[in-house]
């Protein structure tokens, strides 16, 4: 096992001590990152294999493509050496882009990094950009914590993420498969998946997750369902707002908790102490 003390040592050696601060820099384009800067063949890089990032946003890509293709590549993608060729560190959704733009070759700068500084790298670089959907954040913390032999407490620490957090989003890889792919797909929310942790049978947990599709089920219906309460005669009521129930379902799964939305007000539900804070975490809401 990976002495623990390792993660990051290399990359404080070259960004700092504020990792997170600097790869924003450098996605941005505001940070000049010293080391060999040259222009490697596409085909002679292999992806990071713990980039926990798997799905890309194919309009995004192709509009990056166009600016590819129009202004060329103006921040070199993170690289290092193998045995054969080279590995991304980080940059991929730029190299995707430049083989979808027809480029050969990609400016890039080799530097020497081992496989946790790699890791980290690659969690930080998605996690602070919001990239990754809960279930590749979850893989992600759990190859850290596998690989590297992390505990959560000190994961916490280093990604400054509450152990609550890190918790609750490494319990979703105990969903099936089916509705892990739900929640990567944008079809369940952080919050959906949360409650349906609540069912102990695979069967009943898929069923109730295609009626939340199927049916637009809020997160309150699906802890009512779960802890069996009988669900009230449906009142009629008039077609909800499209603009308001996108709000919602946006907040339910950047706060992973239940969220109401009307025409004059948001309610955002907390369970304790310790849930509100971490809510006024991601809000950035608490006291210095």
Known sequence: ??????????????FGEDVES????????EKEIK???????????????????????????KELADSIRERGVFQPVLVRKSLKGYE?????????????????????VVLDFDDADMMEVSLLENVQREDL??????????????K??????????????????????????????????????????YGHARALLGLNDEDKIVELANRIVNEGLTVRDVENI?????????????????????IRRNLETKLGTRVDVDKKR?????SNTKDLNRILELLNCLDE
């Open 1 to 14: 096992m990976a002495d623990k003390k390792k993660l990051g040592k290399g990359l404080g050696a070259i």
């Open 22 to 29: 600097v790869l924003n820099e450098i996605n941005k384009g």
């Open 35 to 61: 080391g060999e800067r040259v222009g490697i063949k596409i085909s002679e890089i292999r992806p990071n294999p713990y980039q926990p990032r798997k799905n890309f946003d194919e309009n995004s890509l």
């Open 88 to 108: 991304l560190i980080a940059g991929e959704r730029r190299m995707k882009a430049s083989k979808m733009a027809g480029l050969k070759e990609i400016p890039a």
């Open 133 to 146: 959907s809960p279930i590749e954040e979850a893989e992600g913390y759990n190859q850290i914590i596998k």
């Open 148 to 189: 590297l032999g992390y505990t959560q407490d000190e994961l916490s620490k280093k990604i400054s993420k509450s152990r609550t957090y890190i918790t609750n989003i490494l319990r979703l890889l105990k969903l099936p498969p089916k509705v892990q792919e739900m929640v990567n797909k944008g079809k369940i929310t």
């Open 226 to 246: 779960v802890k069996g309460k009988p669900k009230k005669p449906a009142k009629p009521k008039e077609k909800p707002d499209p603009y308001l129930v996108s």
């Open 266 to 270: 948001i309610t955002v539900h907390y």
